[in-house]
């Protein structure tokens, strides 16, 4: 019994290791951004790749759960500006998600990365892409099948939101989730 918890421990130990081993260091991504957030130039530096999760069973696990096994309502998160790092708010939605995709070995989802539209096409596309395969590192952290997982990037290419304005650019700023 002891073994198990130990094993279980390991397990999720050498997990965060990998996902801290294959992040990127960022700032490799040539490109620039336009526009300004709070007053200061968009810099067109990349984001950390940095994946934080609480692993299996932590604190966090009921929000956004489904008692009844559906796949969870929430099924958008966002990011900040030219990021690709999971805000601390939407790690309890991807814990449900990893959670009705482990129960459900046969569910597959499609990760859908966007980006709002300051930047190089190119640069965006390689951004929303970052931003699925955080979402997917995490999930994999949380014990999801990679089989289960897709990514696609669709950078500016989709808008949730038309418009120029702040809060337009932070509703396009995300990874949708698409079963």
């Known amino acids: 019994m002891q073994f198990k918890s130990h094993a279980r421990s390991l397990a999720i130990a050498l997990s965060l290791a990998l996902v801290a081993g294959c992040s990127s260091t960022g700032g490799t ?22 994946v934080s999760g609480t692993g299996v069973g932590a604190d966090g696990d009921r929000a956004g759960q489904q008692a009844d096994g559906r796949i969870p309502e929430v099924r958008t998160i966002y990011f900040d500006f030219d990021r690709d790092n999971i805000r601390s708010e939407f790690e309890s939605v991807l814990v449900a998600h990893a959670r009705y995709l482990r129960s459900n070995g046969n569910a597959r989802v499609v990760l859908q990365g966007h980006t709002d539209e300051r930047g190089t096409r190119e640069y965006n596309m390689a951004l929303g892409e970052r931003r699925a395969n955080s979402v997917k590192r995490f ?12 990514i696609v990037s669709y950078g500016e290419e989709r808008p949730a939101v038309r418009g120029n304005n702040d809060e337009a650019y932070a509703q396009n700023r995300r990874v949708v989730f698409a079963y």
């Not at 991504?29 to 940095?50: C, I, L």
């Not at 999930?139 to 997982?149: F, H, R, T, W, Y």
């Open 29 to 50: 991504q040539d490109g620039s951004m336009e526009g300004t957030r709070n007053g200061a130039a968009g810099t067109g530096v990349a984001g950390t790749g940095q």
């Open 139 to 150: 999930l994999e952290v949380q014990g999801v099948s990679p089989s289960q997982l897709e």
